[in-house]
T-cell receptor
Framework: GAVVSQHPSWVICKSGTSVKIECRSL??????MFWYRQFPKQSLMLMAT?????????EQGVEKDKFLINHASLTLSTLTVTSAHPEDSSFYIC????????????FGSGTQLSVL | AQTVTQSQPEMSVQEAETVTLSCTYD???????LFWYKQPPSRQMILVIR??????QNATENRFSVNFQKAAKSFSLKISDSQLGDTAMYFC???????????FGTGTSLTVIP
């Protein structure tokens, strides 16, 4: 199956700093990528849809100035958590849809963010 | 509105036995894809099985099979000969043919007991 690489897998940062998470589709082109947030033992919560070459679409309640998304190429989307605070600590997962595979969604391995 | 309901938050099964996970969904659309994803303790999301709504035949992938009842909007997952490696959170999901947003259920935590 298609591979989505997400980096870093784990990051600890001080409150007030910014953290960038990368999501790459390694063997297919992804015009659309998705960013999810997952709290312990809960389902995935869609944060935003990242479209190559255009602005991301954010879900209701997600601060676009807090969570900056850039999808500059067909294989790379980045999520930057700006001025991170402890309440931003969470597991973040990216995914990319392989249109060649007719609607299959492939996930990165996730990033555990801990803000001190 | 599109919704996915998994009514079993936790389940357990003895190794080598069979278990069925339930999923119901709601949509007014007729063309969509249904999925079961597995999230083991590593937290990597893994596609288990996929079903096209226009197909009446139930999808099968080795020990995993589904019971797709379109009229009832039901999409259950059966795991046969359960193995310890099947221990994971299982999420039911679907996507409309006309869209690109996946709708996930709340998940069922499955534990396989040795």
């Amino acid at each position: 199956g298609a591979v989505v690489s997400q980096h870093p897998s784990w990051v600890i940062c001080k409150s007030g700093t910014s953290v960038k998470i990368e999501c790459r589709s390694l063997d297919f082109q992804a015009t659309t990528m998705f960013w999810y947030r997952q709290f312990p033992k809960q389902s995935l919560m869609l944060m935003a849809t990242s479209n190559e070459g255009s602005k991301a679409t954010y879900e209701q309640g997600v601060e676009k100035d807090k969570f900056l998304i850039n999808h500059a190429s067909l294989t790379l989307s980045t999520l930057t958590v700006t001025s991170a605070h402890p309440e931003d600590s969470s597991f973040y997962i990216c995914s990319a849809e392989d249109r060649e595979g007719l609607g299959k969604l492939f996930f990165g391995s996730g990033t555990q963010l801990s803000v001190l | 509105a599109q919704t996915v309901t998994q009514s079993q938050p936790e389940m357990s099964v003895q190794e080598a036995e069979t278990v069925t996970l339930s999923c119901t969904y709601d949509t007014s659309e007729s063309n969509y894809y249904l999925f079961w994803y597995k999230q083991p303790p590593s937290r990597q999301m893994i596609l288990v099985i996929r079903q096209e709504a226009y197909k009446q035949q139930n999808a099968t992938e080795n020990r995993f099979s589904v019971n797709f009842q379109k009229a009832a909007k039901s999409f259950s997952l059966k795991i046969s000969d359960s193995q310890l490696g099947d221990t994971a959170m299982y999420f039911c999901a679907f996507i409309l043919n006309t869209g690109n947003q996946f709708y996930f259920g709340t998940g069922t935590s499955l534990t396989v007991i040795p």
